[in-house]
């Protein structure tokens, strides 16, 4: 019996999607199965001791989904999957496809087993797939002893070593049933980063996964290209870059490399053509090859940065290595549908995070009425729909209707403009809005001015109270390497780059390193409550006054 999982998925919608050919009549398994099938030699998946056919792929899948079925797990029910980056986890995202289940792998390795369970508690999950001595107490705590009094729980699955088959010793009795034929049933599950609060549960389908991957392989040219994903596959620019190598038939290679091995020599080894990551992999990659000496990084052409806007220095940087960035934009809830396209120039990759790629539309609505549009080029609330949008939030009905505008826009809680080319530019969270004295500052602008300084590798601009004017601005600031730099110097800087006086910052905080997500997003609110506990002590500074000579 199919388990019932309330969503926004309408007959209407799927006729207008799949007419408009955004959505087609395959799950991610059947093309899997259809790679499989054409081309079986082909390879589709690799970690630093496995490297899968389409066919061996299959194979696995179809393992796994008759031990899952023979273990009376039905569909509709949640697979909950916590593992490293392993070829297991595509495994286990193409039994579920194949068999109706819902695979929810975002979750992480700095989580612990009191955190995984209670997501596996949310989620009521019918099985669980681990990896023993995993997590953030994986020392002194047992993620399947913590679930072993769970009535609801099926299946507790402890993977093998990392150089085994996959799923090659499933005990007991296997039960085949017929794949799903359904691409537009809930089959993935994944909990937003908690960077404002309780993590939600987004629901996906095959289709609404598949819609930006389509488009994303078609628009940068990754038919059957070797794409490398230096974010972990728990994480959504992670399974975008798995499903991106499904649909344009190409091999997907998870980063696994042990701390200190050389990421330039796994690039070249295997071929990467196309990467994916955040800023932080983005500069730690080019710091290799600077170290090295070397002049070109292989095959890779280009590099999806994602999570934070691309610094302007990394962008110049990596188009000296032949490799063209693409900034982009998106959520859990939206997928990767927003991107710059290989010929943009520098200074639109730059500035922008691109255009909403074909069966996506944006719209800015102004921020004090989401149901209202804001003018053309003003600063406002983003808005988007489109055949990647999710489904609706798992077991949220309150959450879900919030999250719309009267229109049926979803409200990102970003604020940003489109200029005249329809190129988004981001001017920062909503709820990251600083109000100095009633005057709202964006601290995306001040953050991308302040990383066109040569001697700051990351920014981060964000409020602390202040009695008199409410907030004031403050700019957390990493340097690269032992480089020193006086707060004085990055308020000449921001001068120089224009920005505004109102706008200026009046701490700096000089730190070793940011507050991040385990997806590499930056936790603002962290940096705040440091700030706030007296555990970091930021800066006083103001702008010097400017000589006749230089006004």
């Known amino acids: 019996m199919t388990q019932s999982i309330l969503t926004l998925l309408t007959a209407p919608m799927v006729a207008r999607y799949t007419a408009a050919g955004y959505w087609g009549e395959e799950t991610i398994y059947h093309l ?69 289940y819902v695979c929810c792998p975002s979750l992480h390795r700095d989580h612990s087993v009191a955190d995984i369970a ?67 049933q809930i089959m993935y599950l994944p909990f937003t980063s908690g960077t404002t609060g309780e993590p939600k549960g ?43 190598a499904v649909a344009s038939g190409g091999e997907l290679v998870v980063h696994d490399l042990p701390r200190g091995e050389s990421l330039v020599d796994r690039l070249r080894e295997t071929g990467a053509e196309f990467l994916f990551g955040v800023p932080t992999h983005a500069i730690d990659l080019l710091a290799e090859l600077r170290a090295r000496g070397t002049d070109r990084l292989g095959a890779v052409r280009g590099f999806r940065i994602s999570g934070a806007a691309a610094p302007a220095a990394v962008v110049t940087e990596l188009m000296r290595y032949g490799i063209v960035p693409q900034s982009g934009y998106g959520m859990t809830e939206t997928c990767s549908h927003q991107y710059t396209l290989p010929d943009d120039p520098p200074e639109r990759i730059v500035e922008t995070c ?74 920062g969270r909503k709820k990251d809005l600083i109000i100095r004295g009633g005057r709202n500052i964006h601290p995306a602008r001040v953050e991308a001015l302040a990383m066109r300084h040569a001697a700051i590798e990351k920014a981060a601009a964000f409020a602390v109270a202040d009695e008199r004017l409410g907030e004031r601005v403050c700019l957390a600031v990493v340097t690269r390497g032992d480089e020193q730099l006086a707060p004085e110097a990055v308020l000449d800087h921001l001068d120089a780059a224009g920005l505004s006086r109102y706008d200026m910052p009046e701490f700096i905080l000089p730190v070793s390193d940011m507050p991040l997500t385990p997806s590499g997003k930056l936790l603002k609110r962290e940096l705040v409550r440091r700030v706030a506990e007296g555990q970091l002590r930021p800066l006083p500074v103001r702008v010097r006054p400017r000589s006749a000579a230089e006004d």
């Open 118 to 184: 209670a997501l596996v508690d949310r989620m009521r999950a019918a099985a669980v797939i681990g990896q023993p001595g995993y997590g953030a107490d994986a020392g002194r705590r047992d993620i399947f002893t913590g679930l072993a009094d769970r009535s609801f729980l099926r299946c507790a699955l402890r993977i093998g070593p990392a150089d085994a088959v996959p799923f090659a010793d499933l005990p007991g009795p296997a039960r085949g049933t017929e794949a799903s034929a359904d691409p537009n």
């Open 32 to 100: 899997v199965a259809q790679h499989a099938r054409e081309t079986p030699n082909a390879f589709a998946v690799r970690d630093r001791h496995r490297r899968l056919t389409y066919a061996d792929l299959t194979a696995a899948a179809d393992r796994l989904a008759a031990h899952l079925a023979g273990q009376s797990v039905r569909p509709g029910q949640r697979v909950a999957v916590w593992l490293p980056s392993r070829v297991e986890t595509v495994i286990a995202l193409l039994a579920c496809s194949r068999n109706g």
């Open 202 to 244: 987004v629901l996906h389908s095959d289709n609404t996964l598949l819609a930006t991957a389509r488009a994303m392989a078609r628009d940068w040219r990754l038919q059957r290209s070797v794409l490398y994903t230096l974010s972990p596959l728990s994480h959504n620019l992670g399974l975008g870059a798995l499903i991106t």
């Open 354 to 427: 691109g255009h909403a790629c074909d069966g996506y539309e944006i719209r800015i609505f102004r921020q004090d009425d989401p149901d209202t549009e804001a003018a053309p080029g003003e600063i406002g609330e983003i808005g988007g729909r489109g055949a990647s949008l999710m489904l609706g939030y798992f077991d949220d009905q309150h959450a879900t209707e919030a999250a719309f505008n009267a229109g049926g826009w979803f409200m990102t809680g970003d604020l940003g403009r489109l200029d005249e080319a329809g190129y988004l530019r981001i001017a």
